[in-house]
């Protein structure tokens, strides 16, 4: 089976130099129940470490989070048993370029994408859960700890295109949806895509003419679960 997401225009928001989030509640009587996951987006940043999207149950210990770890992609989930994770430590990906992950899940096991590199896979041994139960909280550029009413894990960058299981969480933002709540230190940037737009209103750090060229077309690139 093979899905098709298409980046030719995306919304992005800029997160930073404070910590800042965005906040998606599902509807209490629309939480659903997954073995299929599927998570694309866009992202650059200069920092090592930071959460970019976690999404939580409503009723058990399910989660699932897509991070940076001293400079590499790293995504954990849990679906009643254990931590089981996936990542490939050979990329570093915090050096201010654009970057694509692609993330998918179907039942225990995953896949792990980052830009054209390899496709990377995680089938965790013994008996698993594999589904991940009543969706109802995602969260986009860090993890929010209420007790502490601080944003823990914060990610400093900009983050493009965001899909998750068809909600394209950061057009719904830019639209004020009733169920997205912003806080913290984010910006709106601008849509970009096929439209002639300068990178470097975007970029942490001022790229050349030939990386400009770059993210130009790594924004434009079709995303592609195999």
């Not at 129940?33 to 650059?44: M, V």
């Not at 998918?104 to 792990?112: I, K, P, V």
């Not at 400093?156 to 299981?165: D, E, H, S």
């Not at 639209?175 to 230190?185: L, Y």
């Amino acid at each position: 089976m093979i899905f098709t997401i298409k980046i030719t225009e995306s919304t992005a928001y800029q997160f930073g130099p404070n910590p800042g989030l965005i906040s998606f509640t599902f509807d209490e009587n629309n939480r659903p129940d997954t073995r299929n996951d599927l998570l694309a987006l866009g992202f650059l940043t200069t920092l090592k470490d930071g959460a970019l999207v976690r999404v939580d149950s409503a009723t058990t210990a399910d989660y699932f989070q897509l991070e940076l770890i001293d400079g590499n992609i790293l995504a954990v989930y849990n679906l009643g048993t254990e931590d089981i994770d996936i990542g490939d430590l050979g990329i570093k990906v915090n050096d201010g370029k654009y970057h694509i992950v692609r993330f998918t899940r179907s039942g225990q096991n995953s896949t792990l994408q980052i830009d054209n590199h390899n496709i990377i896979t995680r089938s965790p041994s013994g008996k698993q859960l594999n589904i991940f139960n009543r969706h109802a909280f995602i969260q986009i550029g860090g993890h929010k700890n209420i007790l502490r009413n601080s944003i823990e894990k914060p990610f400093i960058g900009i983050i493009a295109g965001l899909v998750f299981n068809g909600h394209r969480l950061l057009d719904m933002a830019a639209e004020d949806d009733p169920r997205i709540k912003t806080e913290g230190d984010l910006e709106l940037m601008i849509s970009i895509g096929n439209q002639q737009t300068s990178m470097t209103s975007l970029a942490m750090t001022p790229p050349s003419t030939s990386n400009n060229d770059h993210l130009n077309n790594q924004m434009l690139a079709e995303v592609i679960f195999a």
